[in-house]
T-cell receptor
Framework: AQSVTQLDSQVPVFEEAPVELRCNYSSSVSVYLFWYVQYPNQGLQLLLK??????LVESINGFEAEFNKSQTSFHLRKPSVHISDTAEYFC????????????FGKGTLLTVNP | DAGITQSPRYKITETGRQVTLMCHQTWSHSYMFWYRQDLGHGLRLIYY???????DKGEVPDGYVVSRSKTENFPLTLESATRSQTSVYFC?????????????FGPGTRLTVL
């Protein structure tokens, strides 16, 4: 079975500052990795995913995450955040191949202050 | 409407009552999932379904019942609601094409059990 640890439950930052949201996973088999974002009072939306290939994956709104197999990490970064990035971010893992179940971390609340 | 919808969006009920939460998706996705979201726990899988008439337990199934007579619908029933089932419930669906494990989430149902 796999598990996900999000190391920070809350991350407050100022607008235009860089941010890193940390995610570590444990699994004995190959994995797929995901970051989902949840804006207030909404459902989850996929932000980016790693399935295979390049270990650096990017989203359309400036976030990126790097799959590090040796450190079993998939940290999410953005070089300059906006007020609109305020949301809860969830890291999730599923077993590679045809597995369909996701295991989520407990979430990190990113608050961007002016 | 295209996509995945949940009803009701908000529900208040009393301990011991039966409650059914509805989920409907228009993509003909094979897989459907029910999660509950609680502060400090992230999202936890309650039940999932790989196809019509095929369901299986997730991480926290006790007190819940599901059915899937049609591909597009996946209702979740609390047979005798308890206060510990106060939560936000999310339904999700996923297709089976290749290794793309993206799940699409509904907007959620906020359930309060008094």
């Amino acid at each position: 079975a796999q598990s996900v640890t999000q190391l920070d439950s809350q991350v407050p930052v100022f607008e235009e500052a860089p941010v890193e949201l940390r995610c570590n996973y444990s699994s004995s088999v190959s994995v797929y990795l995901f970051w989902y974002v949840q804006y207030p009072n909404q459902g989850l939306q996929l932000l980016l995913k790693y399935l295979s290939g390049s270990t650096l994956v990017e989203s359309i709104n400036g976030f990126e995450a790097e799959f590090n197999k040796s450190q079993t990490s998939f940290h999410l970064r953005k070089p300059s955040v906006h007020i609109s990035d305020t949301a809860e971010y969830f890291c999730a893992v599923s077993r590679g191949g045809s597995n369909y179940k996701l295991t989520f971390g407990k979430g990190t609340l990113l608050t961007v202050n002016p | 409407d295209a996509g995945i919808t949940q009803s009701p969006r908000y529900k208040i009920t009393e301990t011991g009552r039966q409650v059914t939460l509805m989920c409907h998706q228009t993509w003909s996705h094979s897989y459907m999932f029910w999660y509950r979201q609680d502060l400090g726990h992230g999202l936890r899988l309650i039940y999932y379904s790989a196809a019509a008439d095929i369901t299986d337990k997730g991480e926290v199934p006790d007190g819940y019942v599901v059915s899937r007579s049609k591909t597009e619908n996946f209702p979740l029933t609390l047979e005798s609601a308890t206060r510990s089932q106060t939560s936000v419930y999310f339904c999700a669906s996923r297709g089976t094409s290749g290794g793309n494990n993206e799940q699409f989430f509904g907007p959620g149902t906020r359930l309060t059990v008094l």
